[in-house]
């Protein structure tokens, strides 16, 4: 039952990251597509147009981590692809054994990532922090990645809870 239920938010959580990595994704490349046709109007007008995005840069450089964490959690499914020698190998029995405890070292991992992104969370609340351009709160930045590398843990034991060895190989 606790593994069911395990498995259950694992697939929520996986899903909410896969959500968030494709639109967060999908607006960094329209953001800098954007700019980069903006800026081309903008010198071709000798400056007088600017229909370029406020904080573009910021904006793709903190969306590059929320994507990265988030599709690092969503990959987990099913276990990992493996480009392996020997461990392709081994007995059935050691294979699985060998996948749990990868999949353990990711949970620990992951585990110390959220610890340390909620201090930072709660250390750029405390100090009322924002980003240099567009004034977000780091304090919401920071929290998404925390709640992103929860959703990692989550996965991370689901698949040492139920890995077989069977990944997808490639031998």
């Known amino acids: 039952m ?3 239920a395990i498995r259950r ?4 959580m996986e899903a909410a990251c896969l959500g968030i990595a494709a639109l967060c994704l999908l607006y960094m490349v329209f953001v800098v597509g954007f700019n980069v046709l903006a800026r081309i109007v903008f010198d071709a007008t000798d400056t007088a147009v600017n229909f370029m995005i406020p904080g573009a840069i910021e904006q793709v450089s903190y969306l590059l981590g929320i994507v990265a964490l988030a599709a690092l959690a969503a990959s987990l499914s099913g276990g990992m692809i493996a480009v392996d020698l020997l461990v392709g190998r081994f007995p059935p029995l050691l294979k699985a054994l060998v996948a749990r405890l990868w999949f353990v070292g990711i949970l620990a991992f992951a585990l110390v990532l959220v610890w ?3 201090h930072e969370t709660q250390a750029t ?3 009322s922090e924002e980003t240099q351009d567009l004034r977000i709160p780091m304090f919401l930045i920071y929290g998404l990645y925390t709640l992103e590398c929860l959703a990692l843990a989550v996965i991370a034991l689901r698949e040492a809870l139920t890995a077989d060895g069977h990944h997808a190989e490639l031998s």
């Open 2 to 4: 606790l593994i069911s």
């Open 9 to 12: 938010i694992a697939g929520w």
């Open 116 to 118: 340390l992104f909620w």
């Open 125 to 127: 609340f405390a100090r």
